[in-house]
């Protein structure tokens, strides 16, 4: 049983973290679940958000390592990704 309540998608879109969750949605990445479940902090949230950014969008980490640590992260979450 989880922890922590996913937050509504639609609720976040009127807060401060509006921008990110709609930018996360119209790329597909990152899920719209990281806001969901951050959210309840949406400095934290926020903050996260722009690292997650610099670190899979510019080019300063390379292609294959970026993939190795998606695929680490959705196996440490169980994820059938």
Known sequence: ?????MLDIEDL???????FVLKS???RAPDPAFHAMQGHN???????YIAWGAVFNTGAVD???KEIIRVQLSRAADCNY
Do not use: Q, R, V, Y
């Open 42 to 48: 949406e400095d934290l949230s926020k903050a996260m």
């Open 63 to 65: 292609h294959k390592l």
């Open 13 to 19: 879109k009127k807060t401060k973290l509006g921008p």
């Open 25 to 27: 949605l119209k790329h």
């Open 1 to 5: 049983m989880p922890n922590i309540t």
